[in-house]
């Protein structure tokens, strides 16, 4: 490579580096949300009602919004230094 196109290809490729890691990281939270919203809808539907308790004191809707936090926190907090290390390319 010249010294011309290694000046824009360094950054660009730590671009596309970035862009992957991000979508990668995006489409893994798309699918395992939709995996866990099924869970919800099948159980409601097994159970027959949509005000279900666990141990009869909680809602069961707590345990699905408690585990959509935890991995919406989860992957961004460990998918920004995921597309962080991509891009510097450590």
């Not at 707590?62 to 962080?84: C, E, K, Q, R």
Request: charged letters at 15%; aromatic letters at 14%; a positive charge.
């Amino acid at each position: 490579m010249t010294a011309a196109s290694e000046k824009w290809y360094h950054p660009v490729a730590r671009l596309g580096r970035g862009s992957l890691e991000l979508l990668c990281h995006t489409l893994m939270v798309i699918l395992i949300l939709g995996a866990i919203r099924a869970v919800e809808w099948t159980i409601e539907y097994l159970w027959g009602t949509k005000e279900l308790l666990l141990f009869d004191r909680f809602p069961l809707k707590y345990l699905f919004h408690g585990a959509d936090l935890s991995l919406l926190l989860g992957f961004s907090t460990i998918g920004v230094f995921m597309i962080l290390r991509a891009y510097f390319g450590n």
